[in-house]
């Protein structure tokens, strides 16, 4: 069974971090565009940070740079969002995407293939 599963959200107070974890099974994220999306209730899903197949380039929305980092362990095929100096603006669903085939050019925010069911991230004091 093809899935990715996240794990590692919570409530968190304001200022604080969370690591966000991505596995996936029944496919392997070699060489695959990865991406971290989230959407908090009323908003439309958005685009937080990919990174292409290589490894080599990462994207961020202006909101999270310089606090969010993504990051992949391909021996473990998986995928990490390191959140640092979190704020109320970063409640919401987050979800792990990849692409289903090779992707090492500059990653973009469309054309995933695969979903995690998403973890809940809730930054309050």
């Known amino acids: 069974q093809l899935q990715l599963v996240e794990s590692g959200g919570g409530l968190v107070q304001p200022g604080g971090s969370l690591r966000l974890s991505c596995e996936a099974s029944?496919?392997?994220?070699?060489?695959?565009?990865i991406a971290w999306f989230r959407q908090a209730p009323g908003k439309e899903r958005e685009g937080v940070s990919c990174m292409s197949g290589s490894g080599g380039s990462a994207q961020y929305a202006d909101s999270v740079k310089g606090r969010f980092t993504i990051s992949r362990d391909n021996a473990k095929n998986s995928v990490y969002l390191q959140m640092d100096s979190l704020n109320a603006d970063d409640t919401a669903v987050y979800f792990c995407?990849?692409?289903?085939?090779?992707?090492?050019?500059?990653?973009?925010?469309?054309?995933?293939?695969?979903w995690g069911q998403g973890t809940q991230v809730t930054v309050s004091s």
């Open positions: 029944g496919f392997t994220l070699n060489n695959k565009a």
């Open positions: 995407a990849a692409t289903k085939y090779i992707m090492v050019g500059l990653c973009m925010f469309r054309g995933y293939d695969y």
